[in-house]
């Protein structure tokens, strides 16, 4: 019988598949319709409109305040935890890093309380 082996090149292909579909494509037509009015022409006017405008830069801010709020609660959380399992030399180190794993693997049991 003959066994099949995969190049790192044949494996990547999914993943440069899935990055050209819902990274690349999606920037590109960010990026289109960013600098485009109605009429397909070039402008920037789509640009000064959002920077002049407050409620989109309240939003703007908003954001960046959550993301910055959001990574240092994660950085709080994760580097203790991650320092005392890498030090710790509990035999059950594999089952509490696998329970904070399966734990944080959907995103609403990290955020909602039980």
């Known amino acids: 019988m003959h066994r099949r082996t995969f190049s790192r090149k044949t ?3 999914p993943y440069a598949i899935f990055l050209l579909l819902f ?9 289109y319709y960013a600098f485009t009015n109605g009429q397909g022409e070039f402008t920037v006017m789509n640009l000064v409109g ?8 309240g939003t ?3 954001s960046f305040g959550v993301a ?7 950085l709080l959380l994760a580097y203790p935890t991650a320092y005392i399992l890498a030090i710790s030399k509990w035999k059950s180190k594999t089952v509490i890093l ?8 959907s995103i609403s049991p ?4 039980r």
């Open 50 to 57: 959002f920077f002049t405008n407050p409620n989109t830069l």
């Open 98 to 105: 696998l329970l904070f794993v399966m734990r944080c693997g």
């Open 11 to 13: 494996l990547g292909i």
């Open 60 to 62: 703007l801010f908003y």
């Open 68 to 74: 910055i709020v959001t990574t240092v609660v994660c």
């Open 110 to 113: 990290c955020v909602l309380p």
């Open 23 to 31: 990274v690349a494509m999606p920037l590109l037509v960010l990026v």
